[in-house]
């Protein structure tokens, strides 16, 4: 497993942390995504042979109001 930290912009609130937590563990190959709102990222533990970052920038940004770094 990877565990690495990607800064994510346009968070507010904890519904917009709850959105992106949510979409990213939907993805497969994901065991944890935890939001900070405070530091505008998302810690991210995964399996690098199931899901790549791209995937997870992906998720995120499809949700339109978020904007992910890798």
């Known amino acids: 497993m990877t565990k690495n930290t990607f800064t994510v912009s346009g968070m507010k609130c904890v519904n917009c942390k709850a959105n992106v937590e949510r ?6 190959g994901v065991a944890e995504a935890v939001v900070s709102l405070e530091d505008a990222c998302v810690a991210v533990e995964y399996d690098e042979a199931q899901v790549t970052a791209q995937d997870m920038k992906d998720a995120v940004e499809d949700l339109g109001r978020f904007e992910m770094t890798i």
């Open 23 to 28: 979409a990213i563990k939907a993805l497969p």
